[in-house]
């Protein structure tokens, strides 16, 4: 496996819709977190259904923005660049001085290297790539922005539900990580029965 895979595979659904599911099982069990636990259920649906939306209003019926190589958004970029700041985010909670906001930069740049990776793999167009970088740094931002404060939850417990989440987390790489989720396959048997053609639309 070469270092751009490596770095292409923290990008699938494969690995990133179990932690999306282990973050909201996280968020939603303590009381002081449940209402994060909204908030990401609504950041993680608002970027992975205008993720499928995108895809399936091209496959379907070949809409996109004319004069662009676009195929949708790319899923990788755009759930990569939500999931993994935000982690990190849940995870450097409480830090002091500047370890909570470099948590989150490392995050983000994790995320913006699956996106370069799609790129140099050629698995995405540019337009492809920096759109879904976009949506998924507007969701991210949107998710951060709201997150409560450890002194707005003075009850959680802190050390140990952190314990708990990047165990989770670990757990989650170890059993997921190398794998290829059939998104892409799932979405065009999908846009073939919507739109009633014969094939979906291709690049």
């Known amino acids: 496996m ?9 990008g699938d659904s494969a690995v990133l819709l179990p932690l999306m ?9 303590p009381p002081p977190y449940r209402r994060d636990g909204w908030r990401w259920l609504v950041a993680a649906a608002l ?8 895809k399936l209003l091209f496959m379907a019926w070949g809409v996109r923005p004319p004069g662009l190589d676009y195929t949708g958004f790319s899923g990788h ?10 982690l990190a985010a849940l995870l450097s909670r409480g830090w002091r001085h500047a370890g909570h906001p470099a948590a989150i930069a490392f995050g983000l740049l994790l ?5 370069v990776s799609r790129l140099v793999l050629r ?17 991210a931002f949107w998710f951060l922005r709201g997150l409560s404060s450890p002194r707005a939850t ?14 989770g987390a670990l757990a989650i790489l170890a059993l997921c990580y190398g794998r290829v989720f059939p998104s892409q396959h799932l979405l065009q048997d999908m846009a073939v029965w919507l739109s009633g053609h014969r094939a979906a639309f291709t690049r």
């Open 47 to 54: 970027c992975g259904g205008c993720v499928a939306l995108s």
């Open 154 to 167: 003075p009850g959680a417990p802190d050390g140990p539900w952190r314990a708990v989440l990047g165990c």
């Open 2 to 10: 070469t270092i751009w895979m490596a770095i292409t595979a923290l």
């Open 77 to 86: 970029t755009a759930l990569a660049i939500l999931v993994w700041p935000a």
């Open 123 to 139: 698995f995405h167009s540019p337009s492809e790539v920096w759109l879904g970088a976009a949506l998924g740094a507007a969701v």
């Open 111 to 115: 995320g913006l290297a699956v996106g």
């Open 21 to 29: 599911g282990w973050m909201a099982i996280c968020l939603g069990l």
